[in-house]
C-alpha cells in the first residue's frame, strides 16, 4: 500500500554530543532495518526530525554520506521543537522523514578546487561535503575551508576539525569574533579571514552557510576574489511544514524550496524576488 | 449535437445509491451523506468540494503517550465507494489543481488518492450568482471536463452526460435513460469591465510595484479568501494531545497569517500585510501558470469575493494591478 509521505519513521538516538551552549548534535539511525539498509542521501539534503508529540522540523542532514547508516543532524535551540528535541539522549526514539530537496552538485564539482565559508551552525550543511571531499579525495582538487563562529565555546565539531586539519590539500581556517583568553587562534569575522586567506577562483567552486548577515558580507568577497555568481552555491532557508512541494509554506517565486532548493548558486537567487 | 440521457431522479438515486455513499451539501452549505438527493441552491455551496479530498484536518498518525512511536498507528486512507452529488464546475476543475499538488510522484498523499479513486463526482449545471466568475477562465456553469457525469436539471429529473470512462459505465448502470439532444453549453459569468487573464511574466515582473503596497493596505490578513478558496493547497503540520493519546495532524493553513513564514529566531521573508496579498496574487495567476501552463490557480467561483468582510475584490485589485502596470509599459514605450 501507499505509504504516507508525511508519516514518519521511528529512529534511535545512538549519541549525543552537546557541541556548544545552544546546539546539539544527534546520531542515530533508522529502526527498521530494510529501510535503513536502503536509505542513501547526498550532501545538502535535508530531512524533518521530530521529538514526538511536540512537532516536527526541517534539519540538514549532517552526517557522511557514505556511511548513511548513521544519521547525524546538529540542531539549535531556537524554539519550543528543538526545546523538546533537547531533552533527549541516547536511546530515545525521534520521527525521521526524508531525505528531501535538491544536493549539492558535488558530482559536477569533480577535478575542481573547492573553497567553503561556513559560520556558526552553518557548518551542519557544509559538513557532508566536507566528508564526501575526504572521502574521495583523489577526485577532487584543494579543499579551502573558512569556518567562524561568534566565541571559542560556540564553535561546533572538534573532533571532526581535528581530521579535516590534517587531512591531505586541505586548509582549514578557523577564526572567532572575539576570543577569550585562552585563544591562540585567529579573531575576525568569516567575509574578512575569508578575504585575507584569499582562495583562487582558478577552477573552483564556493559554497558558503550561515546567518544570513553573515552570508550577505561573503557573497561580495568571494565576487571580488574573482568566484562567478554560477560557481557560488549556498542554501536558502525559508520556513518549511512538508518537505514535500505540498503544504505552500516555502513557496518563493515560481519554485519551492524543499523541491527546487534548498541549495541554490548565486546566479539563481539572482533571479528569486528579494523576499527571503 | 451530441446526445444526452433524460434519468429519472428516482432512478439516479437507486443508481447512486447502489454504488455506496451519496455525499451531498447540506443546509449549512458542508458535504455530508444523505440516503435521498436534496434540492440544490443555485451554485456552489459555501464549502468548496475539496474537503472531501483535502479536509480541513486529518490525521496523520497516533499513538499513546508514552508508548513510544514504535507503536505508531497511521490513519487509514478511506476508500468506501460512493459518489458526490452536486460538484459545481468552478470546483471541480479545482480539484484538476490539487490533483496537481498531491498527486504526483513520488509524494503521493494516499488519502487524497484513495478519495479521489472511490468517490464518483456527479456535477450539477448552475443558475449563475452575483459573484460567479468563470467565464474569466473559459468555461462556465454546464462544463463537463473535470467531472464524471454532468446533470443538467429538469422540471421532472435531469439531462446526464458522461464526461470520463467511469461516468460512462455508471450511466450504462442506470435504468430506464432515454436519449435526448443536448443543449449547447452557455458561456460563463464575468464582470463585464474584465479584457483578460494577466500575463504571468508580466505580473512576475512587477514584484516590486507599488501597487501591492497600496493594496495590501486595505486588507486585514484574516484569510478568508484563502480557508474558503476551492484551490488553496496550503496546511501545517502538528501535533495535539488528548486523553492520553497523541495525534499528528494535518492542519489547512492560510498564507495570509502573519506568521505563516515567521522562522524561529523571528526572521520573516513576508512581514507586512502587502507581502502576503501579493504572494496570494502572484501565486494564483503567476506562479501556478509559469509552472504548469494551462492551469491558474483560481477557478473563478467567486467565494473569495462573496465573503471579504473588506469587499476586496480578487478580479477587480488583479485587473487594477494589469491597468496600472500596462499603463506604465505605455509611458516607457
Ligand atoms: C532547509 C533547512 C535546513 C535547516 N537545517 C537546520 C540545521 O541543520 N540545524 C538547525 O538547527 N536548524 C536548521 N534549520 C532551521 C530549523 O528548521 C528551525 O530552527 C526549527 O524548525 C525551529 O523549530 P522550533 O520549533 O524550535 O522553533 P519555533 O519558532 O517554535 O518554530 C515553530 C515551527 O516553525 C517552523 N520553523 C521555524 N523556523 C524555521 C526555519 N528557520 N526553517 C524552517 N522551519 C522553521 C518549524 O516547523 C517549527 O517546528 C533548517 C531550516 C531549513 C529550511
Ligand atoms: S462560478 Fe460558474 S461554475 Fe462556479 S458556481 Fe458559479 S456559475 Fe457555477
Ligand atoms: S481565488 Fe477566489 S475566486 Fe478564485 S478560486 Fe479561490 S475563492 Fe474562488
Ligand atoms: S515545505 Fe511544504 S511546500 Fe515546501
Known amino acids: ?276 | 449535437m451530441a446526445d444526452g440521457m433524460k434519468l429519472s431522479r428516482e432512478s439516479l438515486q437507486a443508481a447512486l445509491r447502489k454504488r455506496g455513499a451519496i455525499w451531498v451539501p447540506n443546509d449549512a452549505g458542508r458535504w455530508a451523506t444523505v440516503e435521498a438527493l436534496p434540492e440544490l441552491g443555485p451554485i456552489r455551496p459555501r464549502r468548496p468540494v475539496k474537503d472531501l479530498f483535502t479536509p480541513p484536518r486529518r490525521e496523520i498518525a497516533r499513538w499513546k503517550a508514552g508508548a513510544g512511536p514504535a507503536e505508531i498507528e497511521p490513519a487509514k486512507p478511506d476508500e468506501t465507494p460512493g459518489s458526490v452529488f452536486g460538484v459545481r464546475p468552478c470546483d471541480a476543475r479545482a480539484l484538476l489543481l490539487l490533483d496537481r499538488a498531491f498527486l504526483q510522484a513520488p509524494y503521493v498523499d494516499p488519502h487524497y488518492k484513495a478519495r479521489r479513486e472511490s468517490l464518483l463526482l456527479v456535477g450539477v449545471a448552475c443558475q449563475p450568482g452575483p459573484t460567479c466568475y468563470c467565464g474569466v477562465f473559459g468555461f462556465g456553469p454546464d462544463d463537463k471536463d473535470a467531472v464524471d457525469v454532468m446533470l443538467t436539471p429538469q422540471a421532472d429529473g435531469f439531462v446526464a452526460q458522461a464526461s470520463s470512462a467511469r461516468g460512462k459505465e455508471f450511466l450504462a448502470s442506470v435504468a430506464g435513460g432515454t436519449a435526448v439532444p443536448l443543449a449547447a453549453p452557455r458561456p460563463g459569468p464575468r464582470p463585464e469591465w474584465w479584457t483578460g487573464l494577466p500575463d504571468p511574466k508580466a505580473l512576475y515582473a512587477n514584484f516590486d510595484h507599488p501597487i501591492w503596497r497600496e493594496l495590501g493596505t486595505s486588507c486585514m490578513n484574516c484569510g478568508v479568501c484563502t480557508q474558503y478558496c476551492p484551490t488553496c493547497q496550503c496546511f501545517t503540520v502538528d501535533d495535539e494531545s488528548f486523553k492520553g493519546e497523541i495525534q499528528r495532524l494535518r492542519i489547512v493553513d492560510n498564507c495570509q497569517r502573519s506568521d505563516f513564514t515567521r522562522m524561529a529566531g523571528g526572521h520573516n521573508p513576508r512581514q507586512v500585510a502587502a507581502s502576503r496579498l501579493r504572494q496570494r496574487v502572484l501565486h494564483k495567476f503567476s506562479y501556478i501558470p509559469t509552472q504548469n501552463p494551462g492551469l491558474v490557480g483560481c477557478t473563478g467561483c467567486g467565494r473569495c469575493v462573496e465573503l471579504c468582510p473588506l469587499d476586496r475584490h480578487l478580479f477587480a485589485d488583479v485587473f487594477e494591478i494589469m491597468k496600472r502596470i500596462n499603463q506604465e509599459a505605455e509611458r516607457v514605450a
Open chain 1, 1 to 276: 500500500m501507499l505509504r504516507d509521505p508525511l508519516l514518519p519513521l521511528a529512529a534511535r538516538i545512538s549519541e549525543r554530543i552537546d557541541e556548544t551552549a545552544d546546539t546539539v548534535t544527534f546520531h542515530f539511525e533508522l529502526l527498521d532495518e530494510i529501510e535503513r539498509k536502503a536509505f542513501r542521501y547526498l550532501p545538502g539534503q535535508f530531512a524533518e526530525i521530530s521529538a514526538f508529540g511536540e512537532g516536527e522540523s526541517t534539519f540538514v542532514i549532517a552526517g557522511d554520506p557514505a556511511k548513511p547508516e548513521r544519521l547525524t543532524v546538529t540542531t539549535k535551540r531556537v524554539g519550543a521543537h528543538t526545546e523538546a528535541l533537547h531533552h533527549l539522549y541516547a536511546g530515545a526514539i525521534i520521527g525521521f522523514r526524508g531525505p528531501y530537496g535538491k544536493a549539492f552538485p558535488v558530482a559536477e564539482w569533480k577535478g575542481k578546487n573547492i573553497v567553503i565559508a561556513g559560520g556558526g551552525i552553518g557548518l551542519a550543511p557544509l559538513r557532508p561535503i566536507i566528508c564526501h571531499v575526504l572521502n574521495q579525495r583523489a577526485e577532487y582538487g584543494k579543499l579551502t575551508i573558512v569556518y567562524g563562529a561568534r566565541s571559542p565555546g560556540d564553535l561546533m565539531y572538534a573532533a571532526d576539525r581535528e581530521i579535516w586539519a590534517k587531512a591531505p590539500n586541505t586548509e582549514l581556517v578557523v577564526t572567532v569574533d572575539k576570543g577569550d583568553a585562552n585563544w591562540k587562534g585567529r579573531e575576525g569575522f568569516v567575509p574578512t579571514v575569508l578575504r585575507a586567506t584569499a582562495p583562487s577562483p582558478e577552477n573552483a567552486v564556493a559554497i558558503t552557510c550561515g546567518p544570513p548577515i553573515m552570508i550577505k558580507l561573503t557573497l561580495p568577497v568571494f565576487k571580488d576574489l574573482g568566484f562567478a555568481a554560477e560557481r557560488i552555491f549556498t542554501t536558502l532557508e525559508m520556513k518549511m511544514k512538508c518537505g514535500l512541494g505540498q503544504c505552500g509554506r516555502c513557496n518563493i517565486g515560481p519554485y519551492y524550496v524543499c523541491k527546487d532548493g534548498p541549495v541554490f548558486s548565486v546566479a539563481q537567487l539572482q533571479q528569486l524576488p528579494q523576499e527571503f
